[in-house]
T-cell receptor, first 116, second 109 residues
Framework: DTGVSQDPRHKITKRGQNVTFRCDPISEHNRLYWYRQTLGQGPEFLTYFQNEAQLEKSRLLSDRFSAERPKGSFSTLEIQRTEQGDSAMYLC??????????????FGSGTRLTVV | RKEVEQDPGPFNVPEGATVAFNCTYSNSASQSFFWYRQDCRKEPKLLMS???SGNEDGRFTAQLNRASQYISLLIRDSKLSDSATYLCVVISNTGKLIFGQGTTLQVKP
């Protein structure tokens, strides 16, 4: 396990279809984050998990978006009824959180979604 | 107002030039700050942390001004390989990374 893995790397889908992305964090990391990045912008926070608990969700995460991390390891991000505005790079990151520090934020290579 | 603001640029500089980027943040309680580098169509990668006393890593110097709530990154003797987008990042009180828009640097021969 050398880093954060995301699958697929690219996804092209028709408007209205559902898509699901997967993220495998660094194994010893207990926190997992999802971000979305559009062209010319920095990554925008969507949600994060500590172990299996989803602790925070952005207002950007509409009802069509859902994320899970059922066993506190990998996570999935699902977008239902995709819209063209969902086209973006979806980035996953993980980190190790202790009582005193947060360390080791590492990003995956991202999943680039294109909705046509 | 965005929580972290940067001038998107682009900054076009010749090789060997010194270039500086600034970033402002809105939450005065923020404690941890970073600069990330992002190459085109790649994921962000940590460039350096920013400490209150300022820190240097080779040609890169980061400074934090808590009173004015801004962070700076100075790149000396720019190389062609420095061309990238530089993202200012603040950690929120819940531990998530908050990114600025990014500043694009293009170093020309």
């Amino acid at each position: 396990d050398t880093g954060v893995s995301q699958d697929p790397r690219h996804k092209i889908t028709k408007r209205g279809q559902n898509v699901t992305f997967r993220c495998d964090p660094i194994s010893e990391h207990n926190r997992l984050y999802w971000y979305r990045q559009t062209l010319g912008q920095g990554p925008e926070f969507l949600t994060y998990f500590q172990n299996e608990a989803q602790l925070e969700k952005s207002r950007l995460l509409s009802d069509r978006f859902s994320a899970e991390r059922p066993k506190g390891s990998f996570s999935t991000l699902e977008i239902q009824r995709t819209e063209q505005g969902d086209s973006a790079m979806y980035l996953c990151a993980s980190s190790l959180v202790s009582r005193t520090a947060i360390d080791g934020y590492t990003f995956g290579s991202g999943t680039r979604l294109t909705v046509v | 107002r965005k929580e972290v603001e940067q001038d998107p640029g682009p900054f076009n500089v010749p090789e060997g030039a010194t270039v500086a980027f600034n970033c402002t943040y809105s939450n005065s309680a923020s404690q941890s700050f970073f600069w990330y580098r992002q190459d085109c169509r790649k994921e962000p990668k940590l460039l350096m942390s920013v400490y209150s006393s300022g820190n240097e890593d080779g040609r890169f110097t980061a400074q934090l001004n808590r009173a004015s709530q801004y962070i700076s990154l100075l790149i000396r003797d720019s190389k062609l390989s420095d061309s990238a987008t530089y993202l200012c990042v603040v950690i929120s009180n819940t531990g998530k990374l908050i990114f600025g828009q990014g500043t694009t640097l293009q170093v020309k021969p």
